[in-house]
């Protein structure tokens, strides 16, 4: 059983910064791909980032170049670098964990909000 706590959210005025952990739990988080999602009210869950076992990362088009996920495996935990921020990315933003082989992400965090002003 994976549990996972984000934290970190908080409000950030347009063309802030913020950077958000996910820690979890387990001895074997180093063989979990881990990757976040945000999701706005009354819109669809969004893939935001992605970082392999291997520590290779894949960004949604709408975050490339504005955010960085990274893992420290030594401290169980996973984070969201966000610069740039805009208004649109206003939302819950969760962790979750891929421990599976079929790319399916398993278990998930309750969410942390990020709120961007204009």
Known sequence: QVQLVESG????????????SCAASG???SRYAMGWFRQAPGKEREFVARISRGGITYYADSVKGRFAISRDNAKNTVYLQMNSLRPEDTAVYSCAADTTIQGIYEYW????????SS
Do not use: I, K, N, P
């Not at 959210?9 to 913020?18: D, K, N, R, W």
């Open 9 to 20: 959210g908080g409000l950030v005025q347009a063309g802030g910064s913020l950077r958000l």
């Open 109 to 116: 965090g309750q969410g942390t909000q990020v709120t961007v």
């Open 27 to 29: 001895r074997t988080f």
